[in-house]
């Protein structure tokens, strides 16, 4: 391949007109992982946070080379938090043609320079919500990547484990099976939650998990997705106590979740039961498999989900810089 000169390169903030370059420089460069027009619109260009300063952009020759995407909020994600001394950096990458002259290097520089100007301290990659991309590094995928965040200062703070199953002759096992009918005789309520019932589920949601989960509940909800996407659980008093769901992130009907039970109902066999009828309904719509990118590979989420016969697909690194103000 021959390496394309960065003699009159220039990096700068994102323009109008960069957009189809940049979207076919990262299939380019992460053909693993690449994305459409659309995705990057909504992912990145429509997002509340959105700088364009903060998309850093690497051009020579009038062509897009690469690019580093620093974000901090503008935004808050709930309540009146802008997280003042946190930003992100949800992307980067090199076109193959361009990589061995450190423009990698120049690119997470200038974007960590952008974020130091707006006064964040620090920087992870890549734990961005509500858009993140993927949860953080494959290292396995892209070990220059990995080697290059090293060598800038980013620290592995946790491993996210990316599942998947196939749904092709999906059943409830029979002891999942029996369990649901032992709850729903000890007065256990399971179903799709009807309009109402969306204020509790969201409370529960964004109260006891993670506003993003809340978040993400009512945007696919208010976009259009049908409510059977989600089933229920209430207690034999009547509260809600737990909840799984598909289809919830990007309209895509085979990602699983998000997916919670409180932590008092655990131990009862309710996420197991939850998580196997929302595979039914999956199966019903049509998915042939399941998948999801975030969950902790020896939680006790880890463990539940291989127990119902996903396996690990993808271990993403989520990394930390700090540096002092």
Not at 115 to 128: E, H, I, K, M
Not at 133 to 143: N, Q, S, W
Request: net charge positive.
């Amino acid at each position: 391949m021959t390496s394309t000169p960065l003699f009159d390169r220039e990096i700068r903030g994102f323009r109008a007109g960069d957009g189809p370059s940049l979207v076919a420089a990262w299939c380019r460069s992460a053909p693993a992982d690449p994305i459409t027009p659309d995705r990057f619109r909504t992912l990145v260009l429509l997002d509340a946070n959105f700088d364009p300063e903060g998309l850093r952009v690497a051009v020579a020759g009038g062509r897009v080379l690469g690019a580093a995407y620093a974000v901090r909020r503008l935004t808050p994600l709930h309540g009146t938090d802008l997280e003042p001394q946190q930003g992100w950096i949800p992307f980067f990458f090199v076109d193959p043609a361009a990589r061995g002259q450190g423009l990698g290097r120049l690119l997470l520089t200038d974007a960590l320079d952008w974020l130091r100007a707006q006064g964040r301290t620090t920087v992870d990659f890549s734990s961005y919500t509500p858009h993140y991309i993927l949860p953080g590094l494959d290292a396995e995928t892209c070990p220059e990547a990995a080697k290059l965040l090293d060598a800038l200062g980013f620290r592995t703070l946790y491993e996210a484990a990316a599942m998947d199953r196939s749904l092709v002759g999906h059943r409830m096992p029979e002891a999942v099976a029996r369990r649901r009918d032992e709850l729903a005789d000890q007065g256990y309520r399971f179903g799709t939650p009807a309009d109402d019932d969306l204020v509790e589920l969201i409370a529960l949601a964004g109260n006891h998990f993670t506003p993003d989960w809340a978040r993400a509940i009512r945007e696919c909800l208010a976009a259009g997705a049908p409510l059977d996407r989600i089933v229920t659980a209430r207690e034999p008093g009547g509260r809600l106590v737990g909840w799984a769901m598909h289809g919830a992130y990007e309209s895509a009907i085979e990602r699983f979740g998000p997916f919670g039970v409180l932590a008092q109902a655990r131990g009862t066999g309710l996420g197991k039961v939850l998580l196997h009828l929302v595979l039914a309904r999956m199966r019903a719509r049509g998915a042939h498999g399941a998948w999801f990118l975030w969950t902790g590979e020896r939680s006790p989420a880890g463990h539940l989900y291989r127990a119902a016969g996903f396996t690990t697909t993808r271990v993403f690194r989520v990394l930390r810089r700090e540096t002092p103000r």
